[in-house]
C-alpha cells in the first residue's frame, strides 16, 4: 500500500524544521516594446506588446467629471447601458460577436471617469476594436434596455446604501472633501430612477469623448500595427471638447474624527486618513515601504497588534489611495462595539510607534521584497500590466515606470523610510470617521479628539 507523507512531515528532518530555500533575484520585465502616442481625435494610445498569451487587453479611461447633482446618476445608467446596443447591433448582436472571437468588454464609472475595458483572441482584435468603437460612437440607448438596467440599478444601489461599510465611506468623503464632486461616488437611488433616456444620450454626446482620454493596449500584437488599428478603427470618434477633469481636490487635514451614528449597531467602521504624495513624488518609494511596516500587508505592525495580539478585529489594514494628481494613506478596520475605543487607542499608537520606533532592518527588508514580488506578479499577466498602466497613465507614467519602480525600491535606505514615517504617520496628520452606535461606545470619548 502506498503511503503518503504530511505536509508537515516534509516540512521536517530529524534536526528540526526543513531551511526554506533562499529567494532568488526578483527580476523586473525588461525590453517591453511598446509606443505612447496621441491620435488625430486626441486619444492618448499606450501600445505594449506581450507575447505571454495569444490574446489582447484593453483598457479605455475617458475623464468623466460634471458638477451638476445628478451628474452621478445619470452616469451609473450610462455605464450600464452603453454596451447594450447600438444603431448596428442589438446587445445579443454585440455579445455574440466578442463571444466568436473569445472577447468581453464592461464598462463601470466613478466620479473621476468612464471605464471601458474587455479583451480578445489576438487574431479577434479587430472585431473587439470594432465592436468598442460601434459603442463609442453609435450606442443606442434603448427604452427597454435602459429601462431595465436602471431598475436594477435601484436595487442594487438601495441595498448598497444601506451597508456600513458605504456609510462610512460616504462619511469620510464628505468630512475629507465636503461637497466637491469627487465626493458622489454613490447616487441616491431616488436619483436613478428619475434618470432619462434622453439624458443618457445626451451625457454621451457631451461627456464620452476622445481628447484627454487614454487607450492602453497590452497583448500579442506588435504595437505599431496596434496603434494603427486602433487609429482606424477610432477614426470615427471625434470632438473639438476635450473630456471633463474633475478639479483638484483640497488637501486632508488633520483634526478630530467625526462620529457618525448608526443606531443598534453591533459593530464599528474606523476610518483614518492623512494626505500623502503621489506616485511621481520621489519620496513614494520609501513611502510606499513605509505603510506596508504600518499596515499595507498581513504581517504588518497594525494586523499583529490589533488582530493578531489583542483580537478587536478579523480585518485591518492601510493603504495608499491615489486621488486626483495626489494620495492619501486610509485606515480602516470594522471592530464590535465594545472594543471600538481600544481599537482606536491602538491604531493612534502604532501610528506615534512607526516614526518613534523606526521600522528594523529585518522589517524593511521584508516588506521591500513584498513590493517588489508583488509589483512584479501583478505585471506578469497582460490583464494586470493593462490595469497597472491604465491607473499610471492619468499621471504622464507609461511601461518605462513599471519597469524602473523594482530598482527604486532596491535603492530605498533605511533613514528614507524612517523620514517618510516621521513625515507622513504622525497620529495628528490624521482625521477620519467612526461609524456606530453611541450607547455601546461610553468610552469613546474619554480618548479625546472625536467629536459629533
Do not use: C
Not at 509606443?35 to 483598457?59: K, Q, Y
Not at 476635450?242 to 474606523?270: H, T, W
Request: glycine fraction near 8%.
Amino acid at each position: 500500500m502506498t503511503t503518503f507523507r504530511t505536509a508537515a512531515e516534509i516540512g521536517r528532518t530529524e534536526l528540526g524544521p526543513r531551511a526554506l530555500p533562499i529567494l532568488g533575484e526578483q527580476r523586473s520585465a525588461t525590453g517591453l516594446r511598446s509606443v505612447d502616442t496621441v491620435l488625430d481625435n486626441g486619444l492618448r494610445v499606450i501600445a505594449v506588446h506581450s507575447p505571454t498569451v495569444p490574446m489582447a487587453e484593453l483598457r479605455l479611461r475617458i475623464p468623466f467629471a460634471g458638477a451638476d447633482k445628478r451628474h452621478a446618476a445619470i452616469a451609473e445608467v450610462l455605464a450600464a447601458t452603453i454596451l447594450t446596443g447600438t444603431e448596428r447591433r442589438d446587445r445579443v448582436a454585440m455579445d455574440t460577436d466578442l463571444a466568436l472571437v473569445g472577447g468581453e468588454l464592461g464598462a463601470g464609472v466613478d466620479p473621476e471617469r468612464l471605464s471601458v475595458g474587455g479583451n480578445a483572441l489576438a487574431s479577434g482584435f479587430d472585431t473587439l476594436l470594432d465592436v468598442l468603437a460601434d459603442a463609442l460612437t453609435g450606442a443606442a440607448y434603448r427604452d427597454e434596455e435602459v429601462e431595465g438596467e436602471r431598475s436594477r440599478l435601484v436595487e442594487r444601489i438601495a441595498v448598497a446604501r444601506s451597508q456600513p461599510s458605504v456609510i462610512a465611506r460616504e462619511a469620510l468623503q464628505r468630512h475629507r472633501y465636503g461637497d466637491h464632486p469627487f465626493t458622489r461616488e454613490t447616487p441616491e437611488a431616488a436619483d436613478v430612477a428619475t434618470v432619462t433616456v434622453d439624458e443618457v444620450k445626451a451625457m454621451h454626446r457631451n461627456s464620452v469623448l476622445p481628447r484627454n482620454s487614454v487607450l492602453v493596449f497590452v497583448g500579442d500584437v506588435e504595437p505599431d500595427t496596434a496603434v494603427d488599428k486602433i487609429g482606424a478603427a477610432l477614426a470615427g470618434w471625434t470632438s473639438d471638447e476635450n473630456a471633463v477633469e474633475l478639479p483638484d481636490l483640497p488637501d486632508v487635514l488633520g483634526g478630530d474624527i467625526l462620529f457618525v451614528p448608526r443606531p443598534g449597531a453591533v459593530q464599528s467602521q474606523l476610518r483614518l486618513s492623512a494626505q500623502a504624495i503621489p506616485r511621481t513624488d520621489p519620496r513614494y518609494p520609501a513611502l510606499q515601504l513605509a505603510n506596508l511596516v504600518f499596515g499595507g500587508f498581513f504581517s504588518s505592525r497594525l494586523v499583529e497588534n490589533i488582530r493578531e495580539d489583542k483580537g478587536y478585529t478579523y480585518h485591518a489594514r492601510s493603504s495608499l489611495e491615489f486621488t486626483i494628481r495626489g494620495a492619501t494613506l486610509l485606515v480602516d478596520a470594522d471592530t464590535a462595539s465594545e472594543v471600538t475605543a481600544p481599537a482606536l487607542l491602538e491604531m493612534r499608537y502604532e501610528l506615534g510607534r512607526l516614526g518613534v520606533v523606526p521600522p528594523t532592518t529585518e522589517e524593511l527588508e521584508t516588506v521591500r521584497q513584498y513590493a517588489i514580488g508583488s509589483l512584479l506578479i501583478s505585471t506578469a499577466s497582460q490583464t494586470g500590466l493593462a490595469s497597472q498602466l491604465a491607473a499610471l497613465a492619468p499621471l504622464g507614467l507609461g511601461p518605462e515606470w513599471l519597469v524602473e519602480h523594482p530598482n527604486r525600491l532596491k535603492q530605498v535606505t533605511h533613514e528614507q523610510v524612517t523620514e517618510a514615517a516621521l513625515e507622513f504617520f504622525s497620529p495628528v496628520r490624521f482625521t477620519g470617521v467612526i461609524v456606530g452606535d453611541v450607547a455601546q461606545l461610553p468610552s469613546l470619548k474619554a480618548l479625546g479628539g472625536v467629536s459629533e
